[in-house]
């Protein structure tokens, strides 16, 4: 089966099929058109799985009339497909009816749009993750017709490839980790954004970094929002950034790098979600994460979009996670509060060290100064008071302390005196380096 050179786009046909309710297709629809697709009709169907064709029978051949009728090329199927339920499902299509399941797309629209390597490699990785069943299924059917290979096999050739593609992250991984360390060890504190698709992450970033704060007596601050505006001509388009990004910022005198990630979605297997892996990392590495929610979806979106975040980041983020409601613009009081209610809900069964939501609206910066103040407080911090005597070198060091931290510094006629908080490592290598200075200090490091 060789579907990687499969090209995406034409005219689909989604299905979906729920246990609870009539399915909504208004995500599946959206991934389609992200892939490239041009929706041409729907069947949904609400029942318990059916073991043959997921659908049930009689909806199952619905579906490929509807196909037929609609002259479509492709089917887009809410879910994840058995290979023994995707095979039966192709055998009622028309010939040449294409079959993407919700697994499928999401790797179809990382395929079309990956650049760097990083994200290449990770795209064939999750392709071959998602085919492998599916080789074995039919190598084990040529087994039994006695077809068996002689020397090698597309299994064994798919695992060895998983194996290469596994070293060569691995690889790149520890290549981020470096550069994560050598930033850190800058005086970096390193900030994460993520949440689910379209909540407005790389729009808060935009927001948020150093080359993009607003200042009303800037006359050039209108032009420089101008990506702010680009982004919002862009409606509700999912999985719009692929890779991770990372900017400058500066929030209460510390600098932090803010990386955005890419979005998470819902219903996708687990190793599809750690094939993206450079998200988790970003995720795992983040001195605070930012756990971005679209507050205007309805209660029942919302609800499944904060768990599907909490389920990701619960397992990797190991420092404070600060929940962000964002487009509050769209919301009312009532509205707002309600999804505040929903997020203060779910998150509360998290085990990760969950602070208080802030609402804000990445579009047009309403609580965001409220953000970065929570961001900063958010941060690990150590103080420090030094007194140094007055000298060049004292100076120099208090020009050090001011970019890298919170300084209040007083001058004396002959000493300089300092306070300071700011990052821990950062606040130590003050320290030693004061003592380097002088003798004399008083040393009131909490
Ligand atoms: N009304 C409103 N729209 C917003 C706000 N923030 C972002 N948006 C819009 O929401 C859409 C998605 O924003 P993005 O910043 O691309 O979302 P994202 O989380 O980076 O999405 P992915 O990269 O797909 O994961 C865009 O159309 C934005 O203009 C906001 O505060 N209010
Ligand atoms: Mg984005």
């Known amino acids: 089966m060789n579907t990687r050179d499969r090209l995406t786009g034409g005219r689909a046909v989604v299905a979906a099929r729920?246990?609870?309710?009539?399915?909504?297709?208004?995500?599946?629809?959206?991934?389609?058109?992200?892939?490239?697709?041009?929706?041409?009709?729907e069947v949904t169907q609400r029942r318990t799985e059916d073991l043959r064709y997921d659908l049930g029978a009689g909806k199952a051949?619905?579906?490929a009339?509807?196909?037929a009728d609609a002259d479509a090329d492709a089917v887009v199927y809410d879910g994840e497909l058995s290979p023994g339920q995707y095979a039966d499902l192709l055998d009622l299509f028309p010939?040449?009816?294409t079959l993407v399941d919700r697994y499928r797309l999401v790797l179809d629209v990382f395929a079309e749009g990956a650049g760097s390597a990083a994200a290449r490699t990770q795209v064939r990785l999750a392709t071959l993750r998602y085919e492998l069943p599916r080789l074995e299924r039919m190598e084990g059917e040529s087994a039994l017709n006695r077809k068996v290979f002689e020397k090698g096999s597309p299994v064994l050739d798919a695992r060895r490839r998983i194996d290469d593609l596994e070293a060569k992250l691995d690889d790149l991984a520890d290549a981020a980790a470096d550069r994560r360390e050598r930033r850190r060890e800058e005086g970096f504190d390193l900030?994460?954004?993520?949440?689910?698709?379209n909540a407005g992450k790389s729009t808060l970033l935009r927001r948020l970094a150093d080359d993009l704060t607003l200042d009303p007596t800037d006359p050039d601050g209108a032009s420089r929002h101008a990506d702010l505006a680009d982004s919002a001509s862009v409606e509700d388009r999912l999985f719009e950034t692929l890779e991770t990004t990372t900017r400058r910022a500066t929030l209460g005198g510390r600098r932090v790098l803010l990386t955005d990630t890419v979005g998470l979605v819902a219903d996708l297997p687990h190793d599809l979600v750690r094939s993206f892996s450079a998200t988790l990392d970003e995720v795992a590495a983040g001195d605070v994460v930012l756990a971005v929610v679209d507050a205007s979806a309805d209660d029942r979106r919302l609800?499944?979009?904060v768990e599907t975040t909490v389920?990701?980041?619960?397992?990797d983020a190991t420092g404070p996670v600060v929940p962000v409601l964002n487009k509050v613009d769209r919301l009312d009081e009532a509205g707002r509060a309600a999804a505040e209610a929903v997020v203060a809900d779910v998150l509360g069964d998290s085990d990760a060290d969950v602070r208080d939501t802030v609402a804000i609206s990445a579009l047009d910066g309403a609580g965001v100064d409220d953000l970065r103040a929570a961001v900063r407080s958010a941060l690990p911090d150590a103080t420090a008071a030094f007194t140094l005597p007055m000298s060049g070198e004292a100076q120099a060091l208090v020009s050090w302390i001011y970019e890298h931290g919170d300084a209040a510094v007083e001058y004396g006629p002959e000493t300089v005196e300092v306070r300071f908080s700011g990052k821990p490592s950062v606040?130590?290598?003050?320290?030693r380096r004061a003592i380097d200075l002088r003798d004399g200090t008083t040393d009131g490091a909490t």
């Open 427 to 431: 606040v130590a290598e003050a320290r």
């Open 61 to 63: 051949r619905d579906l």
């Open 191 to 197: 900030v994460t954004l993520a949440g689910y698709t």
């Open 95 to 97: 010939a040449g009816t």
């Open 311 to 315: 389920e990701v980041l619960a397992g």
């Open 303 to 305: 609800r499944r979009r």
């Open 18 to 41: 729920d246990a609870d309710s009539t399915p909504d297709t208004t995500e599946i629809r959206r991934l389609a058109a992200a892939a490239g697709y041009d929706v041409v009709g």
């Open 65 to 67: 009339a509807t196909v």
